[in-house]
């Protein structure tokens, strides 16, 4: 199993334009997560996703757009991107609630 | 959103020294998990706690799922070198998905 993969590992937008963010997970896990780190910070929960065509809001979720269309894919969009955006986005998952959330590598993104 | 107030902010330490950090939540938690985060990866979980009083141990790794479901602790004896990297606590409330995650514990062992 590949795990959590997620594409692209960095990427430089200008202001007002948009992007997606893709996270795939090959475990058959149900529920899958979107979060932000911003430097010196803990994660904060973007959207999640507890199956294919349910999704819903986490705390900070202004300014993004989510999809769950299949098990695998969770993509996020970003549609008018603002430096604010700018941080390192993780996606996860897990099988159910009480088992392990697994991380993938990361998404580095910087708005200027 | 859940505010979980993690303690210390860093740590510098001898190898071999132990280590100890907590995490303190205004609201009740059904599950407690800490994580390690190495520059430039995603967050590898260490331990999860899963019932209030439960202690878990993971190698050198010792985790406590407090009492009052409002705080966690970790341990870590004999630090190493391969120690090095971001502590986090993460909570999960008792009702709904979403996991909160505290603002990390930055872990420097000195050889």
């Known amino acids: 199993n590949a795990g959590v993969t997620q594409t692209p590992k960095f990427r430089i937008l200008k202001i007002g334009q948009s992007m997606t963010l893709q996270c795939t997970q090959d475990?058959?896990?149900?529920?899958m997560y979107w979060y932000r780190q911003d430097p010196g910070m803990g994660l904060k929960l973007i959207y999640y996703?507890?199956?294919?065509?349910?999704?819903d809001k986490g705390e900070v979720p202004n300014g993004y757009n989510v999809s769950r269309s299949t098990t695998e894919d969770f993509p996020l969009r970003l549609e008018l991107a603002a430096p604010s955006q700018t941080s390192v986005y993780f996606c996860?998952?897990?099988?159910?609630?009480?088992?392990?959330?697994?991380f993938g590598p990361g998404t580095r993104l910087t708005v200027t | 959103g859940q505010q979980l107030n993690q303690s210390p902010q860093s740590m510098f330490i001898q190898e071999g020294e132990d280590v100890s950090m907590n995490c303190t939540s205004s609201?009740?938690?059904?599950?407690w998990l800490w994580y390690k985060q190495d520059p430039g990866e995603g967050p590898v979980l260490l331990i999860a706690?899963?019932?209030?009083?439960e202690l878990t141990s993971n190698g050198r790794l010792t985790a406590q799922f407090g009492i009052t479901r409002k705080d966690s602790f970790l341990n870590i004896s004999a630090s190493i070198p391969s120690d090095v990297g971001i502590y986090f606590c993460?909570?999960?409330?008792?009702?709904?998905?979403?996991?909160?995650f505290g603002t990390g514990t930055s872990l420097t062992v000195i050889p």
């Open positions: 609201s009740i938690f059904n599950t």
């Open positions: 996703s507890v199956g294919a065509g349910i999704t």
């Open positions: 996860a998952s897990i099988l159910t609630l009480g088992y392990e959330q697994y």
């Open positions: 993460a909570g999960q409330v008792d009702t709904g998905n979403q996991f909160y």
């Open positions: 475990m058959n896990h149900n529920y």
């Open positions: 706690l899963y019932k209030a009083g």
